[in-house]
């Protein structure tokens, strides 16, 4: 499976799993241009020199790379990107959006509004941006694969609001974008990860926690995975996956079959009673998109999915 004459641009690309991702796709034949602001793990200054390693490395390996160093967490910031690759190679294939700093740290009373912005502007601004900038141009090629790179963080953690927050948004924008390429008819497919590896992030868990993460999840062990998710032949878009180590398991919502009362006769004390009913997952369906939710009550008569309220 490989990327020849493919153009990526991947984010975040100067250390971790941004690199491992640049470093896995161009071993397979694509050009690509290694973004990374250089900036610390929450979010301040700027440093050209990781996505210039990075790049040179994969230069020195008989690759094609070039460096860039604009923000993700801008509109212009995201054009830059994307513009750079296109003045080089002529032609954007593959998006990864890789970065994302954890600005703020603490619960959420101690989280300012300044930090929970720039932690959504970075991890889920950074898509939106980077994404927006490449989208008119893979929907005039009718070709486009996207990567967004999520985390476990949206399911719930002990610290900080605004990174979970911003990591739960790129799975919406996720669905999002697949569901209109696929209403359009495009070749363009959109998917997401939740990585497990070692990175900048895990050595705030602790030297015990960071020390079994270099051994077991290394970010290399989450490069095939992702790679495959932005190869021509990936047969899903608008998918969860959970990758690393050794493993990639489907994430997915369900929505369960549930409590149902006669029309206009739910109450309050009738959920009371019926609650374990409501919770039962034994039987669900996994919604392939925001009508099919609306579906399960059945009782309106929409036509399908493309209407303009979807």
Same mark, same amino acid.
């Given at each position: ?31 690509v241009? /290694? %973004?990374?602001? !250089?900036?610390?793990?929450?979010? @301040?200054?700027? =440093? $050209? ?6 790049? #040179? ?8 790379a ?20 296109l ?8 998006? /990864? %959006?890789?970065? !994302?700093?954890?600005?703020?740290? @603490?619960?959420? =009373? $101690? ?6 912005? #720039? ?22 090629r ?12 949206f ?6 609001a !605004?990174?979970?927050?911003?990591? @739960? ?10 569901y ?49 998710l ?12 959970a ?31 019926n609650?374990?009913e ?6 669900y ?11 399960l ?8 999915g ?5």
């Amino acid at each position: 499976m490989r990327f020849d004459e493919k153009v990526a641009v991947v984010t975040g690309a100067g250390n971790g799993l941004g690199r491992a991702y640049a470093l896995a796709l161009a071993e397979r034949g694509a050009k690509v241009l /290694v %973004n990374d602001l !250089g900036g610390s793990i929450h979010g @301040g200054g700027a =440093d $050209e020199s990781p996505a210039k390693r990075t790049a #040179a490395e994969i230069v020195d390996a008989g690759g094609v790379a070039e460096a860039n160093f604009d923000s993700v967490a801008t509109g212009s910031g995201g054009s830059a990107i994307i513009d750079q690759a296109l003045a080089t190679w002529g032609h954007v294939d593959v998006v /990864v %959006n890789n970065a !994302g700093a954890v600005v703020a740290r @603490g619960p959420i =009373d $101690e989280n300012t509004d300044e930090q929970y912005v #720039a932690d959504l502007m970075v991890a889920a601004g950074g898509a939106f941006f980077v994404t927006k900038s490449a989208w008119k141009h893979m929907w005039g090629r009718n070709f486009g694969r996207i990567l967004n790179v999520s985390s476990s963080a949206f399911l719930g953690m002990n610290s900080s609001a !605004g990174y979970p927050a911003a990591k @739960g948004a790129t799975w919406g924008l996720t669905r999002n974008l697949a569901y209109r390429a696929a209403a359009g008819d495009k070749n363009i497919k959109v998917n997401c990860v939740m990585p497990t590896a070692a990175a900048r992030m895990t050595g705030l868990m602790g030297d015990t926690i960071s020390a079994g993460m270099d051994k077991y999840y290394p970010p290399e062990a989450a490069a095939a995975a992702a790679a495959f998710l932005v190869h021509d032949d990936v047969p899903v878009s608008g998918e969860m996956f959970a990758i690393g180590g050794d493993h990639m398991r489907r994430v997915f919502v369900g929505i369960a079959t549930g409590f149902q009362a006669g029309q206009g006769e739910l109450s309050m004390e009738l959920l009371r009673d019926n609650f374990d009913e409501v919770m039962d997952a034994s039987s669900y369906i996994i919604a392939r998109n925001a009508l099919d939710k609306v579906l399960l009550d059945s009782r309106v008569p929409w036509e399908d999915g493309r209407g303009s309220v979807f």
